[in-house]
């Protein structure tokens, strides 16, 4: 069973950058995709961002192009997502999951906070 778990979360003020971090336990056929997602209070789970591994060039949601860049250390097995300029709706709780190619995302972390207070 795959496991992954984020970090990297916090508390930041508006205009501020986090980096979140997520590291994967091995890799598979079944992980080898991995992307970041996230899910404010009251709203719908979204993707933030995944990599060109998914099956096609590496995805960023509109809302976050521009301000954050997700990459990639195989070497570590792990997922990054550096996040700058943050605004106070990147609020939420970011999700880093896995699978083999977009739209099959069979595992994912636990989440880590995010908060951007204005």
């Known amino acids: 069973q795959v496991q992954l778990v984020e970090s990297g979360g916090g508390s930041v003020q508006a205009g501020g950058s986090l980096r979140l971090s997520c590291v994967r336990s091995?890799?598979?056929?079944?992980?080898?995709?991995m992307g970041w997602f996230r899910q404010a209070p009251g709203k719908e789970r979204e993707a933030v961002a995944y990599?060109?591994?998914?099956?096609?060039?590496?995805y960023y949601a509109d809302s976050v192009k521009g301000r954050f860049t997700i990459s990639q250390d195989n070497t570590k097995n792990s997922l990054y997502l550096q996040m700058n300029s943050l605004k106070p709706d990147d609020t939420a709780m970011y999700y880093c999951?896995?699978?083999?190619?977009?739209?099959?995302?069979?595992?994912w972390g636990q989440g880590t906070q995010v908060t951007v207070s204005s």
């Open positions: 091995e890799y598979t056929y079944y992980s080898h995709c």
């Open positions: 990599t060109s591994a998914c099956g096609s060039s590496t």
């Open positions: 999951a896995a699978g083999s190619y977009v739209g099959t995302w069979y595992y």
